[in-house]
């Protein structure tokens, strides 16, 4: 249901190459293979590249339409330089969010380098997981919701959702805001943004919302 897959392709052995013309989502065989799982319900969850600070800089299969894509971030929300950014050439924005991926703790299995078995690295590759790790959680509490679900409650919950561009996407995701309100709140009434009274009556629906998340207040 979820993946978590932090391989990126761009330059190959062989000297072929990617063009910045051809990440469009729809030409690279690993992001084809990748918008198919996603759309059998899989939430596919990859790291952006570590080819920033130069936009067009994605790997594939990060330029898909509909697999999460996740750039790299210091603890203090502050974008890495080596974080790859988009559009992609079809002019998405990517990535989707972002997550910490500067000093990240993790298992070394090279003894001779980290003989405790833990080190500390920089990379897209492990803030791929932190955000597959949010979507297991939004899956099991939310088990209706497909991969691209999954992929829009964390891009409404992101900390740049009110802006998304291609260097941050739409920000760090609250997991805690995306499974409360995983499809987010919906205005009912008025219908229209043209209001016929000065006085209107609102009302709003919030899909889905867990017990956890109650009671729901607006202001």
Do not use: C
Not at 31 to 40: C, F, I, L, N, S
Not at 109 to 118: H, L, M
Request: avoid cysteine; glycine fraction near 10%; proline fraction near 8%.
């Amino acid at each position: 249901q979820v993946v978590s897959s932090s391989l990126g392709y761009l330059r190959f052995d062989d000297g072929f190459t990617y063009t910045p013309g051809q990440l469009n989502g729809d030409f690279a065989v690993t992001t084809v293979a990748a918008d198919m799982a996603a759309a059998r319900g899989i939430a596919l969850v990859v790291s952006a590249g570590n080819g920033g600070p130069l936009p067009r800089t994605l790997g594939t299969p990060a330029a898909g339409d509909s697999v999460i894509s996740v750039g790299a971030e210091d603890s203090l929300g502050t974008l890495t330089g080596f974080s790859s950014r988009g559009p992609t050439a079809d002019g998405r924005i990517k990535p989707d969010v972002t997550a910490p991926g500067l000093r990240v703790f993790v298992v070394d299995t090279d003894r001779s380098r980290s003989p405790s078995g833990y080190t500390r690295f920089d990379s897209t590759s492990f803030s791929a997981p932190i955000v597959a790790g949010a979507a297991v959680l939004l899956r099991e509490i939310h088990p209706t919701l497909t991969g691209v679900d999954v992929r829009d409650a964390l891009r409404r919950a992101g900390t740049n959702a009110a802006s998304p561009n291609s260097d941050l996407g739409w920000g760090r995701p609250n997991a805690l805001v995306a499974a409360t309100f995983p499809r987010g709140i919906v205005v009912a009434s008025p219908a229209d943004t043209l209001l016929s009274s000065i006085t209107p009556t609102f009302s709003w629906s919030t899909p889905e919302v867990p017990s956890f998340g109650l009671p729901v207040s607006y202001r």
